[in-house]
């Protein structure tokens, strides 16, 4: 009887507690099966459905009289071709991305030749709708605005602007006299706005008082500001580089170079980092002793450095160290050196500036 009893309780926990293992294994093919079905009835809705076209059979496309489409043109399968070269330069690096960017620029410059032609032909249609009037009825294509527009005339000054800006964002990079100078360059673009929009100005009061709206002639290249604007870049990037002013050696910021033949080994050192120059151009260390650097970079925030200690070639590393932020200071932990000669290095600009020697004894 209590085998009987026991056999039905097991049978019965069986139906009540599943497998749940089991089960879970079953829901990828039971979500399968509701895939193949919602195919299944969407094909054969889409088989059994009413006639396959309601709307009116296809006609060519004619433009409205007066309208002017492009005809059909090869220059977008060209520069596609061009930014596939491009991207397989990006791959593979050297040469291949020149030649990328060559294929893309000439492909470019096809269908900006093409886009030209067609627009000459275009503004030559004597079908035009609405024939633009200046107050002159015998020219065939009138020049001008309708009489009493005033249209401003072609201008340098947003390219300008927009590379004034440029040389902001360089100098807001680099900071100091890149800075200074992007400022400047900005500024001046901006202010020689003025004067153009000031000129136009004149012209329309002069245009209320005799009825006769002249136009300023073109504009000819600002040759002389981008010249300008350009050597006010340059130098500024020599200044921040440390290729000027040419300092005698070792006096930078002038403080005396401490010579590295007459002051002892020593196995800590101050250096401070200010305008892309360190304040120390050479070190004595203790041959075979650990040493620390305690390095304050005193830039505006963005400009970084680090001490790097390498062989004289100036490439062997020997051991890096993490960059400083501007405006920050830190203590790095050099690992014992041979006695011998090495430099210690800033790894983000490696110029004279920013390079010292270490002798070790
Ligand atoms: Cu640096």
């Not at 030209?116 to 605005?145: C, F, K, M, N, Q």
């Given at each position: ?8 309780l ?22 399968l099966?509701v ?19 309601r ?7 004619v ?16 520069a ?13 690096g ?38 633009i009037d200046?107050?002159?009825?015998a020219?065939?294509?009138p ?39 992007g ?15 000031r ?11 005799t ?6 002639p ?13 050597v006010?870049?340059?130098?500024a ?12 050696a ?6 005396p170079?401490p ?19 360190f ?11 650990p040493f ?49 000669s090495?430099?210690?290095?800033c ?13 070790v004894k």
């Amino acid at each position: 009887m209590q085998e009987l009893w026991k056999s039905i309780l097991e049978l019965l926990s069986r139906v009540v507690t599943p497998d749940w293992g089991e089960l879970i294994n079953l829901i990828p093919v039971a979500l399968l099966a509701v895939v193949i079905l919602f195919f299944v009835i969407t094909i054969r809705r889409y088989a059994t459905a009413g006639p396959a076209r309601r709307a009116p059979a296809r006609f060519t496309p004619v433009a409205p009289p007066g309208l002017h489409m492009p005809g059909p043109s090869y220059s977008p399968v060209f520069a596609a071709l061009g930014m596939g070269a491009v991207f397989w330069g990006l791959v593979v690096g050297g040469t291949a991305l020149w030649i990328g960017l060559a294929i893309l620029a000439l492909a470019l410059l096809y269908w900006g030749r093409e886009a030209i032609r067609e627009y000459d032909r275009a503004t030559h249609t004597e079908t035009l709708p609405a024939v633009i009037d200046d107050g002159s009825p015998a020219r065939a294509v009138p020049a001008g605005p309708p009489a009493g527009v005033h249209m401003p005339g072609p201008s340098f000054r947003p390219i300008l602007g927009a590379l004034g800006t440029a040389a902001v964002l360089a100098g807001l990079v680099f900071g100091g006299w890149l800075l200074a100078a992007g400022l400047i360059i900005f500024a001046v673009t901006l202010v020689g706005w003025l004067p153009d929009a000031r000129a136009e100005y004149d012209k329309r009061v002069e245009a209320d008082v005799t009825g006769h709206l002249e136009n300023p002639p073109p504009p000819a290249w600002p040759r002389r500001l981008l010249q300008a604007g350009i050597v006010v870049f340059v130098v500024a990037a020599m200044f921040q580089t440390g290729l000027l002013p040419p300092r005698v050696a070792g006096t930078a910021n002038g403080s005396p170079e401490p010579s590295a033949s007459e002051s002892p080994p020593a196995t800590s050192f101050k250096i401070a980092a200010k305008d892309i120059a360190f304040n120390v151009k050479a070190i004595t260390v203790k041959a075979d002793a650990p040493f620390t650097i305690d390095f304050a970079n005193n830039e505006v925030p963005g400009v970084t450095h680090d001490i790097d200690i390498r062989a004289t070639d100036g490439t062997t590393v020997i051991e890096k160290q993490d960059v400083v932020n501007g405006g920050a200071a830190v203590t790095y932990q050099y690992k014992a050196l041979a006695a011998g000669s090495y430099v210690f290095i800033c790894s983000i600009h490696p110029v004279p500036n920013m390079t010292g020697t270490i002798t070790v004894k």
